[in-house]
């Protein structure tokens, strides 16, 4: 894990750096608060933050009541260093938005177990936010963590000139299923048709589910020239994915319609103006037969 530490003391700052790396933390050291503040400012910054109260520019007290001013998608815990152990000054450094406090010279043995109370609060958020983000049936993204994935997909798109292409899978007469074997079979189907994407997928594409029947997938770097392939092979694997229903004593399968657009095709970078194309392939994949493929194409 990544460790922010800031003091204006070379030789304190030193020691810190050695300690923490010796503790297999990877640390980035600032020499003053205006230089840790630059810092916690860049896109992925460190989430866990030692910093000395007295410091030239910025001091550990202000820059705490900056960090809680703003809206951060992950929480930042800061850890306090200072001479200063009246009580008045530790409420002051709490209040101001600290999450502990160390008292120099510090105890390594201290300092050490309240690092790991910070590092037990991070895990905690991020398997909260990682719950959050996850359909509780299928285990794909949900419809919300798919969008922001896919806005920030866009953008490196467009940023750097590559492809990429989405896929909307609608899978065919689900309603018959659930009303011949049940919802518990239908979410076995939905589960069964989940994995089946998954692995239709490389490491960095995306998978999520939109929405009841329907799932979307992301592929970045890809384009027109490829996305046929893929979507042929998707619409194929998940004709080829049985499901056992065990209470019945059978396997079925089911069949999709598939809708696909390429960002090429419409460069708006609107992730609304991509999904609404797809769906429109996918209305026709529908209307057309089903178990099939359609390709999005501008006017």
Known sequence: MQVLIA??????RRVLHDV???WGYQVIAAKNGNEAWNIMQQDHPPNLVILDWM???????????????QVKPRYT?????????RPEDIVQGLEAGADDYIVKPFNPDELKYRLKIGERIIDLEERILGLARIDYLTGLLNRRAFMEKLEIEINRSLREGTGLGIIIADIDYFKTINDSYGHLAGDRVLQNVARCLQKSCRRYDFAGRYGGEEFI???PGVGKNRIQSIADRVCMDISQCYTELP?????ISV??????????DYPSGNPDHLISAADDALYVAKKKGRNQVVIAKPE
Request: hydrophobic content about 45%; glycine content about 10%.
């Open 7 to 12: 003091d204006d003391d070379a030789l304190s």
């Open 20 to 22: 923490l790396v010796d």
């Open 55 to 69: 410091m030239p520019g910025l001091d550990g007290v202000e820059i705490c009541a900056m960090v809680r001013q």
């Open 217 to 219: 997938l992301g592929f």
């Open 247 to 251: 209470q019945h004593g059978q396997l």
């Open 77 to 85: 815990y800061i850890i306090l260093l200072t001479s200063r152990n």
């Open 255 to 264: 069949t999709a319609s598939l809708g696909v657009a390429c960002l090429e």
